[in-house]
């Protein structure tokens, strides 16, 4: 059975930093896109961060140039780097990749910018 497991998230204040990672079992990432989404409370989920198969990256304006999205192939796992962290980016974290028509989601996870 195909998971993606998100983790990294946390309490941090505005300005700060966190790395969230999406480790995947029962599915290569590097062969797919593997992309980052996030929901805040009452709104809907929003892309965040896409790393493609062959590395290249795209970013939500919002989110740019203040995220960095990686890869780590050994791992199988994506990274989502967040520095200068504003309390607007409070939400659930989510990784989603696709395989053979199939999406795959991560379970999430909160970040939380806040003094």
């Known amino acids: 059975q195909v998971q993606l497991v998100e983790s990294g998230g946390g309490l941090v204040q505005p300005g700060g930093s966190l790395e969230l990672s999406c480790t995947a079992s029962?599915?290569?990432?590097?062969?797919?896109?593997v992309a980052w989404f996030r929901q805040a409370p009452g709104k809907e989920r929003e892309w965040v961060a896409t790393?493609?198969?062959?590395?290249?990256?795209r970013y939500a304006d919002s989110v740019n140039p203040r995220f960095h999205v990686y890869r780590d192939n050994a791992k199988n796992t994506v990274f989502l780097q967040m520095s200068s962290l504003k309390p607007e980016d409070t939400a659930i974290y989510y990784c989603?990749?696709?395989?053979?028509?199939?999406?795959?989601w991560g379970q999430g996870t909160q970040v939380t910018v806040s003094s």
């Open positions: 029962k599915i290569t990432l590097s062969t797919n896109g």
């Open positions: 790393v493609a198969s062959g590395g290249a990256t």
């Open positions: 989603n990749t696709n395989s053979r028509g199939r999406a795959y």
